[in-house]
């Protein structure tokens, strides 16, 4: 679908396209994931996180999940949210909202572990996840025929605050 989870892989590939055509090199690794089987109990990243946390080959400081970034269900830009998540971390993505993206925010919640974010929690990884809408607002045509760009206006203009969020937070921590 257009917003799930096209649009959070697009914002994932915009972060990736602007630190990159700016030539920036991070001190720390940074890892640009998509998971499979998400919608069946969040099968790939469950897998992924408890793998690579066990192995312990990587420190993992935090991880930001992007899904469903671009259909704008309600009236602030962004929301964050506070369940499965890290409160710490959830509060410092706020702070780089306020300070680079500077859009109106709030926070929501699933209620349950809606989506990738919840696996790196569960792992004892900071996870925060900003998504397009109160949760309660969300894009209805997901998971149909009907999960087109037309939902979102026809354009991805929506997501961009999500990108800007994404490369402010790999600018402003990937060098602690």
């Known amino acids: 679908g257009a917003d799930d989870n096209a649009s959070g892989i697009a914002t994932l590939t915009e972060i ?7 030539g920036y090199r991070p001190q720390k690794t940074l890892f640009f994931m998509g ?9 790939g990243s ?10 312990g080959e990587y420190d993992f400081k935090a991880a930001i999940q ?4 671009n259909f704008k269900g309600s009236r602030k830009a962004m929301y964050l949210i506070n369940d499965y998540t890290s409160k710490n971390f959830t509060q410092y ?34 996870a925060a996840f900003p ?35 994404g490369v402010a937070a790999v600018l402003d921590f990937s060098n602690i």
């Not at 992007?66 to 970034?69: A, I, L, P």
């Open 66 to 69: 992007f899904d469903m970034t």
């Open 93 to 126: 993505l706020g702070t780089l909202i306020d300070r680079y993206v500077k859009v109106e925010w709030g926070y929501t919640e699933c209620g349950y572990p809606c989506s990738d974010h919840a696996s790196w929690d569960a792992q004892g990884v900071p």
């Open 16 to 22: 990736i396209r602007v630190i990159t055509e700016q």
């Open 35 to 43: 998971y499979a089987a998400e919608e069946v109990g969040l099968r």
């Open 46 to 55: 469950s897998e992924i996180a408890r793998k690579m946390v066990k192995e």
């Open 131 to 165: 998504f397009e809408a109160d949760f309660n607002q969300y894009n209805r045509k997901i998971h149909t025929p009907y999960d087109t760009i037309e939902q979102s206006g026809g354009t991805a203009g929506h997501a961009v605050n999500f990108a800007k969020l």
